[in-house]
């Protein structure tokens, strides 16, 4: 290797300024690196906007506490979620009784914007280049670098970044896994999910909330499920008085551009999905859906697990590596684990050592990632009332204790411990 590139500190391009991006950021920073994250939106996120509620497990708080250097402020953004309650409903006589439920589930809930905030602020000025539209990119003959192109937006100016690595964060319909793997596809799950957050500041007194938690009273530290007939939804408190929401519902796979993930709902559908939940679910959660303002739809997609997460001086993290069903808490957590693991493989061989390090990414992660996503979808369908392998489904009325224990998130593979390094 040249001596230039032995004396300098070796640079990373990060596509995507989410979740997984900046969580890139931070471990590559910390191994030594200079990072430069590329993202399209025009600045931080701020405020709350339209938005849904994550749950991070011990393993993921523990390593963002060391990346912002204050624990306490993770805390302070986020409920306890101890409680991990599967109840099934019956929708005629608007009855409810215990599925499975374990009190050991030890995550915590936060709204997706402030985590993003948190972690944001936290990495030093000028790392996020806001409002840059990746554009392209083309390794080095030599394989020993990456140039990027990313389109100013105000601008329409034309910016070239080079990099010893590109970390793709680019998200589940990845343009930059495309280039690898043109005929990878991503799978409809079979289900949409509704979502909202219902802001109550103001009105922590008024019946709804008076209702919500007379009829669920551990909401606050307790991640509940509801199962009626063939659909499902999750539900949990956020700080700074919100409610968290998401209903799944079976339907054909919607016609939607390239894919897209979020879809906005027109009245008529609002409306609709209004009628629907004051059938299927107790009157007090089918009045927190109906007075929620601008609930919007997730279609859900995941993919057969990727053969691989690099190439040359490529990797793939988050949800441009493994695009996952929301069923099993996932995809944030997922994320935070890829940096993590990335940051300690690059620090432990260096760049001399670029391929080796990328390698031994990849074995620590490629199993885990695997069977997390496979399991997220099977609780998916589970849930969900759908056709499984052996063609049975699972029905909350007449589920054996057995069976009602495999809807629990501590059946999740890993869900103690994922590796980070060998």
Not at 270 to 298: C, D, H
Request: charged residues 20%.
């Amino acid at each position: 290797m040249e001596p230039e590139k032995m004396r300098r500190a070796p640079k990373a391009v990060v596509v995507g300024g989410s979740i997984a991006g900046l969580s890139c950021a931070h471990a590559l920073i910390s191994a030594g690196w200079q990072v430069t994250v590329i993202e399209k939106s025009g600045a931080a996120p701020s405020g709350s906007p339209t938005g849904a509620g994550l749950g991070l497990d011990p393993q993921s708080l523990e390593i963002v506490g060391r990346w912002i250097s204050n624990p306490d402020l993770l805390r302070d953004i986020t409920l306890p979620l101890t409680i991990d309650l599967n109840q099934a409903i019956d929708s005629a006589k608007k009855m409810s009784w215990t599925l499975a439920r374990d009190e050991s589930c030890n995550f915590r809930a936060a709204h997706w914007a402030d985590l993003h905030s948190v972690i944001y602020k936290a990495l030093p000025p000028g790392i996020v280049l806001w409002g840059h539209q990746f554009l392209s990119f083309q390794i080095s003959n030599d394989k020993s670098s990456v140039l990027t192109k990313s389109r100013i937006l105000q601008t329409d100016e034309i910016v070239e970044i080079v990099g010893d690595l590109l970390v793709a964060a680019d998200g589940c319909l990845s343009t930059i896994r495309q280039h690898f793997l043109p005929n990878f596809n991503l799978r409809y799950s079979g289900y949409i999910g509704w979502r909202g957050v219902l802001d109550f500041s103001g009105e922590e007194n008024s019946d709804t909330m008076v209702g919500i938690r007379r009829a669920y009273p551990e909401l606050g530290h307790c991640l509940y499920f509801d199962l009626a007939d063939r659909t499902h939804c999750g539900f949990y408190e956020l700080r700074n008085r919100r409610l968290n929401w998401i209903w799944f519902v079976n339907v054909p796979e919607p016609e939607t551009k390239e894919k897209s993930m979020t879809l906005k709902a027109s009245n008529d559908m609002v409306q609709k999905m209004f009628e629907e939940a004051e059938r299927i679910w107790v009157p007090e959660l089918a009045k927190v859906i109906k007075e929620t303002k601008q609930p919007f739809i997730n279609v859900i997609y995941d993919a057969d697990p990727l053969p691989q997460l690099f190439w040359d001086n490529v990797v793939l993290v988050g949800d441009a590596a493994h695009p996952v069903a929301p069923n099993g808490a996932r995809s944030t957590n997922m994320s935070i684990l890829d940096a993590e693991t990335l940051g300690l493989c690059l620090k432990k061989w260096g760049l001399e050592n670029l391929a080796t390090a990328l390698q031994e990414f990849q074995t620590i992660r490629h199993p885990v990632i695997t069977k997390q996503v496979l399991h997220s979808r099977l609780v998916g369908r589970l849930k969900q009332g759908l056709p499984l392998q052996d063609n049975t489904a699972f029905d909350p009325k007449t589920a054996s204790p057995d069976e009602c224990k495999r809807l629990q998130h501590r059946n999740m593979p890993y869900f103690e411990h994922a590796p980070t390094s060998i």
